[in-house]
């Protein structure tokens, strides 16, 4: 993608910090970072989402994110991380190429994540987790 900063990135034409490229991925450091050693791990294909990327893909990119956290908790002397990861405008993304946050962490670091928690109308769970198994061809055992 001609406009895209991380495709840009992939291409060497924009210089980053990286700390791991293999034949699929490129991770380098945050240039905004949540706290030191917040990496982003993205793969070189362009895809804007994490339901646009291939399976061959998405089946390397948690092991990999794992083994960079390990890394980054090693380097940085943090004690936890997040990973995070956002899809769509709505969401929060920004970028729009497909991207995954390994944030390292520490108590008392100030970094909140906060969600307002909602509640089920009665009946409104069966009726939504209903409609995403059919979406998904599973049935609960005995559910014809």
Do not use: W
């Not at 034409?13 to 450091?29: C, G, H, N």
């Not at 990327?53 to 960079?68: C, D, G, Q, T």
């Not at 390292?104 to 995403?132: C, F, H, N, V, W």
């Amino acid at each position: 993608m001609n406009d895209c900063i991380f495709c840009k990135i992939v291409q060497g034409l924009i210089p980053s910090a990286k700390i791991y490229e293999d034949d699929d991925f490129l991770a380098f450091l945050d240039i905004r970072p949540a706290n030191h050693g917040h990496v982003l791990i993205i793969p070189k294909v362009h895809a804007e989402r994490v339901t646009d990327l291939p399976e061959s893909i998405l089946s390397r990119e948690l092991v990999l994110a794992a083994r960079i956290a390990a890394a980054v908790l090693a380097a940085t002397g943090m004690t936890d991380f997040n990973l995070f990861n956002t899809n769509g405008a709505a969401s929060g993304q920004e970028v729009f190429h497909h991207h995954l946050h390994v944030i390292p962490r520490k108590a008392g670091d100030g970094m909140k994540l906060s969600i307002d928690p909602q509640t089920y109308r009665e009946g409104e769970m069966a009726e939504i987790a209903g409609a995403i198994r059919r979406r998904l061809d599973l049935r609960e055992p005995g559910e014809s």
